[in-house]
């Protein structure tokens, strides 16, 4: 919340929705409780598979049917590396043997910004390693991550739920990635507001898959 503190907008948790909190919503629709899954992200990432009714298992563990992929964090007691080859080497085993896994990415981001002009490598883009090393043993691209977070409609459909299905003329969405943000308001059809301190810049637009309403070159232009 001191982010939003920062640029004096009045926010509270209640009001925030992230990306791993759509898990509850998925595990239900798709019939996932109490499958044992693998997952490579935060503690508060594995405490949302939890919630949603899965059951968090080692990334070595052979029994696991889900791969759930929240961000570039460490297993307790483990490098990022060894944690991402011993996930590495459990899809090849399974997918080898004919078993099948299902493969969640809650938000699609493959980077974001740490602060202006630097960023960091984020759970999108693993899942595109991991994607990668899957298409070994699914030549064809039969098998991917299932995306839940923009652009995708899951989080656009959860959050204009939370606030009651309001005149989409009185929303608008505020981002700073024309592929995840902008793109995602526009298949939802929202006006957007692109700040252009992220990922995104004003020469990206030319080449842009969807144009946002207003520009902003920052949340304190």
């Not at 594995?46 to 889900?66: M, N």
């Not at 974001?112 to 960023?119: A, L, Q």
């Not at 759970?123 to 090393?133: N, Q, S, T």
Request: proline share 7%.
């Amino acid at each position: 919340m001191a982010r939003y503190r920062d640029f004096g907008l009045p926010v509270t948790a209640d009001r925030v929705l992230t990306s791993g909190a759509l898990l509850g919503g998925y595990f239900e629709r798709e019939g996932l409780a109490g499958s044992r899954c693998v997952v490579l992200g935060t503690a508060e990432s594995r405490e949302y598979v939890r919630d949603a009714g899965g059951l968090v298992v080692d990334p070595g563990d052979d029994s696991a049917s889900v791969c759930v992929v929240c961000g570039v964090y460490n297993e307790p007691g483990a490098s990022f590396l060894d944690t991402v080859n011993r996930t590495i080497s459990l899809l090849l085993r399974r997918l080898g043997a004919g078993q099948p896994m299902r493969f969640i990415l809650p938000n699609p981001d493959v980077v974001y910004p740490t602060d202006v002009g630097t960023f960091a490598f984020t759970a999108g883009g693993l899942a595109a390693l991991l994607e990668a090393v899957i298409r070994l043993r699914d030549p064809d691209g039969l098998i991917r991550f299932e995306p839940l977070g923009k652009p995708y409609a899951p989080m656009f459909d959860a959050a204009l739920d939370r606030v009651g299905h309001p005149d989409p003329r009185r929303v608008v969405m505020v981002g700073d990635q024309l592929v995840t943000d902008v793109l995602g308001a526009s298949r939802a059809g929202l006006d957007s507001v692109l700040i252009e301190t992220g990922v995104s810049q004003r020469p990206d637009l030319e080449r842009a898959p969807a144009t946002p309403t207003w520009l902003l070159r920052s949340l304190l232009a």
